[in-house]
């Protein structure tokens, strides 16, 4: 998930020194304090047995400290008078937290924050880096109360130079992922709090993948921003794509409560199932790579980590130079994942971000994409938990990573940032709207729709706009993004369904069989079987494998999506269709299996074959047939909901049976237009998206068969929305929806 893009750098200023700072080989004294469920300890000699004592001088863990004589203590339980002794020496008494170990409002008012890059002490004591933005057009902090927005990530965030379009390479400007908080939200008149991830950048700590202290430090983050007497009402919103989308999901669900909103942008739910093993299978695609570059990013500067750390490092910054010293004690992320190919409750569990929605209370704006390359379309799954808040807007759409931004949403997110953070009518500075172009350009190489001003910039009640916002459909469908006048793939949707609640309440499920000859069909067919040898290799990895990155984004991309091999997949479609059919939601490809071997990896392919000989791909599904278990309590006809654990895991039965096999289909909302075909493909995993790949156990020599009709039925369920249409809207061309690649149809072997 979240990749970084370098295509917006600011400015260069020159360092204050030069040449490599010598990280210390360990602190002046030892010291030792708690964290929630952690204990860290600094100033010991590097490579020194260290142990962990409870209140009673019981040991209660040990370790051996790194070159920096730093070491954590991973899963200590909360509780008063720990203590730690390395050789001789016992360190002062601690506590070690727990999540309600929240600071006294004392605490946070006690922080001053100023103009630029600031060191913040959180509640365990290390520091994290905050860089405060005015917003465009103030001169300094005392030109206040300003409204006020945090953006947290663990992405070059802090870094305290300006973002600008173009320019060159400057070390010191925050990273391009960035934007909305960097760039965009000054624009539009809100101070900006870029807020460092701890184990990265400057920030102290150890970066450990969303964690129980980097979650609650968002707690302290927004806390402190709102105790600031230049914040106005002192009332805080988050905003942010990607990384920065996600720990707002995280920080609302621990309720600070300075915080007034939030507007999560391109996230994902769970880094298990979402984006880490699709189906309980690996991705080693960009979900591995993204975890790698956290790992380089966590490095200790100046050998290795950000640039912005390196060049303060280098420049004699001494709050960063302290700042590096618990870095090699960063969690080793990759190594978790190849250690819990199933879903871990203890690992998984506390670090996914939907497991926190449903804690969130504050107005919240929600967008993404279904077809998103990096995060994926499996986020929608968490919005039903969001059913408690009566402020909750969402905007979905199909596209890639960056279409959060796009003309479609981007001047409702200003409308409501400005009515539930700022209290003022929202509108659109002139120089955002002069803007729009040249930053979808810069952005994602693709033409866009034009920005709207605010529906409400003639107003001057701001209660009044308010209670016409809020009578906004609570989910926006937006259709047919890329098919717009300014070209095929151009940003921005052509028309929208309005719904008040997710999920849907208009949804009904749709059942087509499948049978001989490919037919999907709404009656049951007589018995027949049908097979396919699943074979990766049949197909390329990916669909812009090998191609430069950020053509995924570019209006045209250069997708290589391969049709079936021939004999390693089979295809199922309907008749053309009456009329329309409009879907939304999850589906299920429930299948009787039988295998050649015990186990297997399946993945399924939702598309739509059109009247001129193309087909567009819609969405996926996967799983390991041993993860076939469901969750009873999540799980319904249209959503199956695989438990993923360890313990229920079962391989396919030894004789030759068929066994039910429901696979779930991610999220997604489309149009069928009357004349075109349903179609459903089955086959190994890969070949389908642009930046996953797959570690399949599948390796061309297994033999799968489908029963088809009779008893043991196999079929496709659809969330068909009753008496939605495409509103007479022309069918797009081909290549137009953007992040849905297109090829000529082709039929499977078995007919379709």
């Known amino acids: 998930m979240l990749k970084v893009r370098s295509l917006v750098v600011g400015s260069i200023a020159a360092l204050a020194a030069s040449g490599i700072a010598a990280m210390p080989a360990a602190a002046a004294g030892l010291t030792a304090r708690g964290s929630i469920g952690q204990a860290y300890v600094l100033g010991a000699e590097a490579s020194q047995s260290v142990s962990l004592l409870n209140s009673r001088g019981k040991v209660v863990g040990t370790g051996t400290t790194d070159r920096f004589g730093s070491f954590i203590f991973l899963n200590?339980?909360?509780?008063?008078?720990?203590?730690?002794?390395?050789?001789?020496?016992?360190?002062?008494?601690?506590?070690?937290?727990?999540?309600?170990?929240?600071?006294?409002?004392?605490?946070?008012?006690?922080?001053?924050?100023?103009?630029?890059?600031?060191?913040?002490?959180?509640?365990?004591?290390?520091?994290?880096?905050?860089?405060?933005?005015?917003?465009?057009?103030?001169?300094?902090?005392?030109?206040?109360?300003?409204?006020?927005?945090?953006?947290?990530?663990?992405?070059?965030?802090?870094?305290?130079?300006?973002?600008?379009?173009g320019g060159s390479n400057d070390p010191l400007a925050?990273?391009?992922?960035?934007?909305?908080?960097?760039?965009?939200?000054?624009?539009?008149?809100?101070?900006?709090?870029?807020?460092?991830?701890?184990?990265?950048?400057?920030?102290?700590?150890?970066?450990?993948?969303?964690?129980?202290p980097t979650t609650y430090d968002g707690y302290d983050a927004i806390e402190t921003v709102g105790s600031q007497s230049w914040v106005k009402g002192h009332k805080v919103g988050m905003a942010g794509i990607s990384f920065s989308g996600i720990t707002q999901l995280f920080t609302a669900g621990t309720r600070p409560k300075h915080l007034a909103a939030i507007t999560p942008m391109s996230v994902t739910d769970d880094t298990y199932t979402a984006t880490g093993f699709p189906g309980g299978i690996n991705n080693t695609g960009?979900?591995?790579?993204?975890?790698?570059?956290?790992?380089?990013?966590?490095?200790?500067?100046?050998?290795?980590?950000?640039?912005?750390?390196?060049?303060?490092?280098?420049?004699?910054?001494?709050?960063?130079?302290?700042?590096?010293?618990?870095?090699?004690?960063?969690?080793?992320a990759v190594k978790v994942s190849d250690?819990?190919?199933?879903?871990?409750?203890?690992?998984?569990?506390?670090?996914?971000?939907?497991?926190?929605?449903?804690?969130?209370?504050?107005?919240?704006?929600?967008?993404?994409?279904?077809?998103?390359?990096q995060t994926g379309g499996h986020f929608v799954e968490s919005l039903a938990a969001l059913k408690k808040n009566p402020n909750v807007w969402i905007s979905l759409q199909n596209g890639v990573h960056a279409d959060s931004l796009g003309p479609s949403t981007i001047t409702r997110w200003a409308e409501f940032l400005n009515l539930f953070v700022a209290?003022?009518?929202?509108?659109?500075?002139?120089?955002?709207?002069?803007?729009?172009?040249?930053?979808?350009?810069?952005?994602?190489?693709?033409?866009?729709?034009?920005?709207?001003?605010?529906?409400?910039?003639?107003?001057?009640?701001?209660?009044?706009?308010?209670?016409?916002?809020?009578?906004?459909?609570?989910?926006?469908?937006?259709?047919?993004?890329?098919?717009?006048?300014?070209?095929?793939?151009?940003?921005?949707?052509?028309?929208?369904l309005g719904y008040d609640a997710w999920p849907i309440r208009q949804v009904r499920p749709k059942t087509y069989y499948l049978g001989p000859n490919g037919d999907l069909t709404a009656s049951k067919p007589a018995a027949s079987t049908t097979s396919y040898v699943s074979d990766p290799s049949a197909r390329p990895l990916q669909t812009l494998?090998?191609?430069?990155?950020?053509?995924?984004?570019?209006?045209?991309?250069?997708?290589?999506?391969?049709?079936?091999?021939?004999?390693?997949?089979?295809?199922?479609?309907?008749?053309?269709?009456?009329?329309?059919?409009?879907?939304?939601?999850?589906?299920?490809?429930?299948?009787?299996?039988?295998?050649?071997a015990r186990d297997t990896d399946l993945q399924v392919t939702l598309s739509e074959v059109r009247p001129d000989g193309k087909e567009t791909y819609i969405q996926n599904g996967w799983l390991r047939a041993s993860h076939r278990k469901l969750d009873a309590k999540k799980s319904t006809v249209l959503d199956p909901f695989p438990t993923h654990l360890k313990q229920d895991a079962a391989l396919l039965p030894?004789?030759?049976?068929?066994?039910?096999?429901?696979?779930?289909?991610?999220?997604?909302?489309h149009a069928f237009r009357a004349g075109s075909k349903i179609r459903v493909t089955v086959e190994a995993p890969g070949g389908d998206r642009a930046i996953w790949k797959f570690a399949t156990i599948d390796d061309g020599t297994t033999t799968n068969t489908i029963s088809l009709g009779g008893v043991k039925a196999s079929k496709l369920i659809l969330p068909v929305i009753a008496g939605a249409t495409a509103k007479g809207t022309p069918r797009p061309a081909p290549t137009a929806l953007r992040g849905q690649p297109s090829r000529d149809y082709v039929a499977a072997d078995n007919g379709r």
């Open 339 to 373: 250690d819990n190919p199933y879903r871990t409750p203890s690992e998984f569990d506390q670090r996914s971000p939907g497991a926190w929605v449903s804690k969130i209370n504050v107005p919240t704006f929600w967008i993404g994409q279904y077809q998103d390359e």
């Open 545 to 596: 494998y090998g191609i430069g990155a950020g053509d995924d984004w570019k209006a045209q991309p250069r997708y290589d999506w391969a049709p079936l091999a021939s004999g390693k997949g089979i295809g199922f479609a309907t008749a053309a269709l009456s009329r329309d059919t409009v879907i939304s939601g999850p589906s299920s490809l429930d299948l009787y299996l039988k295998s050649s």
């Open 76 to 165: 200590a339980a909360p509780g008063k008078n720990y203590s730690v002794r390395a050789g001789s020496k016992l360190t002062k008494k601690f506590t070690v937290l727990s999540t309600k170990s929240n600071p006294s409002a004392a605490f946070f008012k006690s922080k001053k924050l100023k103009e630029g890059l600031n060191y913040v002490k959180v509640r365990d004591g290390l520091e994290l880096a905050m860089t405060v933005r005015l917003p465009a057009g103030a001169k300094s902090l005392a030109d206040g109360p300003f409204p006020t927005i945090v953006e947290y990530s663990g992405y070059q965030t802090a870094a305290p130079h300006k973002l600008a379009l």
């Open 423 to 496: 209290d003022r009518i929202p509108k659109l500075p002139t120089i955002v709207m002069k803007l729009s172009d040249a930053l979808y350009t810069a952005l994602a190489g693709a033409p866009a729709a034009k920005v709207l001003q605010s529906r409400y910039a003639a107003m001057t009640d701001v209660k009044a706009a308010k209670k016409m916002f809020k009578r906004d459909p609570r989910v926006r469908l937006l259709m047919d993004n890329g098919a717009g006048p300014e070209g095929l793939g151009s940003i921005g949707a052509t028309w929208e």
């Open 286 to 332: 960009f979900a591995l790579s993204w975890v790698r570059d956290r790992m380089s990013d966590a490095e200790p500067a100046p050998e290795g980590g950000q640039p912005w750390a390196k060049a303060l490092v280098n420049a004699g910054d001494t709050h960063c130079i302290e700042n590096q010293k618990l870095r090699l004690q960063t969690r080793d």
């Open 174 to 212: 925050p990273a391009s992922s960035t934007a909305t908080g960097s760039l965009i939200a000054p624009l539009l008149g809100f101070a900006v709090v870029s807020v460092q991830m701890r184990g990265s950048g400057c920030s102290a700590g150890a970066f450990d993948l969303f964690g129980l």
């Open 654 to 669: 030894a004789n030759d049976v068929f066994t039910l096999v429901r696979v779930p289909v991610f999220p997604v909302s």
